[in-house]
T-cell receptor
Framework: DAGVIQSPRHEVTEMGQEVTLRCKPISGHNSLFWYRQTMMRGLELLIYFNNNVPIDDSGMPEDRFSAKMPNASFSTLKIQPSEPRDSAVYFC??????????????FGEGSWLTVV | AQKITQTQPGMFVQEKEAVTLDCTYDTSDQSYGLFWYKQPSSGEMIFLIYQGSYDEQNATEGRYSLNFQKARKSANLVISASQLGDSAMYFCAMKRGRALTFGSGTRLQVQP
């Protein structure tokens, strides 16, 4: 089975530009997560969706960040305008089922973003 | 608030030996899950092992086992017979509800 698919794998962009990261969760998974990883802050949850509905976006850094999940097989994380401090690895992850603590969360390979 | 602590920034182990990576957690919840992930230098996050708070037996997955001590709130990962390919960052994480909270990670280096 295909895992979580993210694109692009790598992106270098100039400050002020819009960045859109894309994610396709594992088929049948109804929870989707966006995480950010930096050296300073480690892995942070930005937002998660359940059945395409945003449940908790308290980790979204500021209004420049937005996330959507128009259907069960696609989500985007958008940064507009981007800043150098947004440089990080952005992971998308998905899991199935209910809030049971036993449902494993599977990660994509990450999108490595560099804002210059 | 829940918190995950990994006190070992880096660990070295000789090939074929066993190694224990420490993880302690803090939560007031009764139901939670504990996970370990491996992140090799290529960057992907690979799920290794899971332990539920109500599980009485320690979880095992091949060469990985989880030493779960609920009263002490610890969930240490034990890797037996280390291999060179085990060199990576290892993250402990706790799940309450749907999302994971991660520790800061331990970098393991396996030496030949």
């Amino acid at each position: 089975d295909a895992g979580v698919i993210q694109s692009p794998r790598h992106e270098v962009t100039e400050m002020g530009q819009e960045v859109t990261l894309r994610c396709k969760p594992i088929s049948g998974h109804n929870s989707l997560f966006w995480y950010r990883q930096t050296m300073m802050r480690g892995l942070e949850l930005l937002i998660y969706f359940n059945n395409n509905v945003p449940i908790d976006d308290s980790g979204m850094p500021e209004d420049r960040f937005s996330a959507k999940m128009p259907n069960a097989s696609f989500s985007t994380l958008k940064i507009q305008p981007s800043e150098p401090r947004d440089s990080a690895v952005y992971f998308c992850a998905s899991s199935r089922g209910t809030a049971s603590s036993g449902n494993t969360i599977y990660f994509g390979e990450g999108s490595w973003l560099t804002v210059v | 608030a829940q918190k995950i602590t990994q006190t070992q920034p880096g660990m070295f182990v000789q090939e074929k030996e066993a190694v224990t990576l420490d993880c302690t957690y803090d939560t007031s919840d009764q139901s939670y899950g504990l996970f370990w992930y491996k992140q090799p230098s290529s960057g992907e996050m690979i799920f290794l092992i899971y332990q539920g708070s109500y599980d009485e037996q320690n979880a095992t997955e091949g060469r990985y086992s989880l030493n779960f001590q609920k009263a002490r709130k610890s969930a240490n990962l034990v890797i037996s017979a280390s291999q060179l390919g085990d060199s990576a960052m290892y993250f402990c994480a706790m799940k309450r509800g749907r999302a994971l909270t991660f520790g800061s990670g331990t970098r393991l280096q396996v030496q030949p």
